[in-house]
């Protein structure tokens, strides 16, 4: 078969950059019988998609990447290129990676559709401030159901929620998991580098850690102000926050701002730390630093930073609205989101004992090593087989 892929997303270092990059790097290597077009409307990282891939390149006057920042949707003229592009005859099916980037087509081609999660629609007004942004993407997503052949989605956790929201059967919703990249280990004698030590980062120091956006689903406010308590009490005076995560080139909706008006009144900005956007050979390095990883989120589809934290040694405390409590098992604490109460307590548990650190660190490192992008690519390359026999 020739698969045409829609790649628009390839350059984004958030999930779903990192997600496409991962996958679609793991499937065409896994894939020997059928041919990739990856469709891109960016030439920004077009090195790193896999050799046996050809590129075509679509003009965008914005490309998919940057447009939510830019314009807050795509221009109808650069949906329009990528629509023709992808609906020109010569393709059997065609692959969206997320319907972040889904456009309409007019072809025979069967059509695999990939929805990570449903904060958008139960969380808008924390996704997405604009009223006609919103009509927007409702208006995206429907279509392509509608146009689906293949729904796919990240996790069991995700394929039920997708399904309330829906009203769709579950079994209609594929399954294709995700996993940590093989960068993200136990590092032996894990060292401050340079980079790190430039942005506050020391060694020996107690750190909690968040990576991830700053968009207001994350729930960072609440995982703040619990901060805030711990920082106070004379036993964790040594803890200091890092938070991950890029917040001067954000493309999605941030609430950045306010959450550092929120440290600034609780007289903790020298107890927090914002590195912006960290490339993974220093990501994984914190991480092995790490004292505890937060993701208090009040949704996740999968949790991508949960999974690379336990497997790079690091407890997790996460929400318990996502699939990690299955994913991870004991390699992490998991607390509803709107408990902040529980969260101190979590976080108390956890810094104060050395051996539950240990036992969170070993049974994350077991569960984190059954999830691989080689399994991910099998299970796509099956929903592949299974509609190509259609």
Same mark, same amino acid.
């Given at each position: 078969?020739?698969i045409?892929?829609?790649?628009?997303?390839?350059q984004?270092?958030r999930?779903?950059g990192?997600?496409?990059?991962a996958?679609?790097?793991?499937? %065409? +290597? *896994?894939?020997?019988?059928?041919?990739?077009t990856?469709?891109?409307? &960016?030439?920004? #990282?077009v090195? /790193?998609?896999?050799?046996?891939?050809k590129?075509v390149l679509?003009?965008a006057s914005?490309?998919?990447a940057?447009?939510?920042s830019a314009q807050?949707?795509?221009?109808v003229?650069?949906?329009l290129?990528m629509?023709r592009?992808m609906?020109?005859p010569g393709?059997?099916l065609l692959?969206?990676?997320?319907?972040?980037?889904f456009?309409?087509v007019?072809?025979?081609?069967?059509?695999?559709?990939?929805?990570?999660?449903?904060?958008?629609?139960?969380?808008?007004?924390?996704?997405?401030?604009?009223?006609?942004a919103?009509?927007?993407?409702?208006?995206? %997503? +429907? *279509?392509?159901?509608?146009?689906?052949?293949?729904?796919?989605?990240? &996790?069991?956790? #995700?394929r039920? /929620?997708?399904?309330?929201?829906?009203?769709?059967?579950?079994?209609k919703?594929?399954?294709v998991g995700?996993a940590s990249?093989?960068?993200?280990?136990?590092?032996?004698?894990?060292?401050?580098?340079?980079?790190?030590?430039?942005?506050g980062?020391?060694?020996g120091?107690?750190?909690?850690?968040?990576?991830?956006?700053?968009?207001?689903?994350k729930?960072?406010?609440?995982?703040v102000?619990?901060?805030?308590?711990?920082?106070?009490?004379?036993e964790?005076?040594?803890?200091?926050l890092v938070m991950?995560?890029?917040?001067?080139?954000e493309?999605?909706h941030?609430?950045?701002?306010?959450?550092?008006?929120q440290?600034?009144?609780?007289g903790i900005?020298?107890?927090v730390?914002?590195t912006?956007?960290?490339?993974d050979?220093?990501?994984v390095v914190?991480?092995n630093?790490?004292?505890v990883?937060v993701?208090?989120?009040?949704?996740?589809g999968f949790?991508?930073?949960?999974?690379?934290?336990a497997?790079a040694?690091c407890?997790?405390i996460?929400?318990?609205?996502?699939p990690l409590?299955?994913?991870?098992?004991?390699?992490?604490?998991?607390?509803d989101?709107?408990?902040?109460?529980?969260?101190?307590?979590?976080?108390?548990?956890?810094?104060?004992s050395?051996s539950?650190?240990?036992?969170?660190?070993?049974?994350?490192?077991?569960?984190t090593?059954?999830l691989t992008?080689a399994a991910?690519?099998?299970?796509?390359?099956g929903?592949?087989?299974?509609l190509a026999t259609?």
């Amino acid at each position: 078969m020739h698969i045409g892929v829609d790649a628009t997303g390839w350059q984004n270092k958030r999930g779903y950059g990192r997600h496409m990059r991962a996958l679609l790097g793991a499937l %065409v +290597a *896994l894939d020997l019988e059928n041919h990739y077009t990856f469709l891109m409307d &960016s030439t920004e #990282a077009v090195e /790193t998609v896999p050799a046996a891939a050809k590129v075509v390149l679509v003009h965008a006057s914005t490309p998919t990447a940057l447009a939510a920042s830019a314009q807050g949707n795509r221009s109808v003229g650069d949906m329009l290129a990528m629509s023709r592009a992808m609906s020109k005859p010569g393709f059997d099916l065609l692959i969206f990676p997320t319907v972040y980037s889904f456009v309409p087509v007019a072809s025979r081609a069967k059509k695999l559709v990939m929805i990570h999660d449903v904060i958008a629609e139960k969380y808008p007004q924390l996704t997405m401030p604009s009223r006609m942004a919103q009509l927007f993407w409702h208006t995206k %997503v +429907a *279509l392509g159901r509608w146009q689906a052949d293949a729904i796919v989605t990240v &996790s069991a956790y #995700a394929r039920q /929620t997708i399904a309330e929201h829906f009203k769709l059967n579950p079994a209609k919703i594929l399954v294709v998991g995700e996993a940590s990249d093989p960068v993200f280990r136990v590092l032996p004698a894990a060292q401050v580098t340079p980079a790190l030590t430039s942005l506050g980062i020391a060694q020996g120091q107690r750190y909690i850690v968040y990576v991830g956006g700053f968009a207001p689903h994350k729930n960072l406010a609440m995982a703040v102000s619990v901060f805030a308590q711990l920082a106070a009490q004379p036993e964790f005076r040594d803890v200091d926050l890092v938070m991950v995560g890029e917040y001067k080139k954000e493309v999605f909706h941030s609430c950045f701002g306010a959450i550092k008006a929120q440290i600034e009144a609780l007289g903790i900005s020298k107890r927090v730390i914002f590195t912006g956007y960290l490339p993974d050979e220093q990501l994984v390095v914190l991480l092995n630093l790490a004292t505890v990883l937060v993701l208090p989120s009040f949704l996740e589809g999968f949790g991508l930073p949960a999974v690379e934290a336990a497997a790079a040694g690091c407890p997790v405390i996460a929400t318990t609205h996502s699939p990690l409590p299955e994913l991870l098992g004991s390699a992490g604490l998991y607390v509803d989101p709107i408990q902040p109460e529980a969260w101190r307590q979590a976080l108390t548990q956890v810094l104060a004992s050395d051996s539950l650190r240990q036992t969170m660190q070993t049974a994350g490192l077991a569960a984190t090593a059954k999830l691989t992008w080689a399994a991910a690519a099998r299970q796509m390359l099956g929903v592949i087989e299974g509609l190509a026999t259609r």
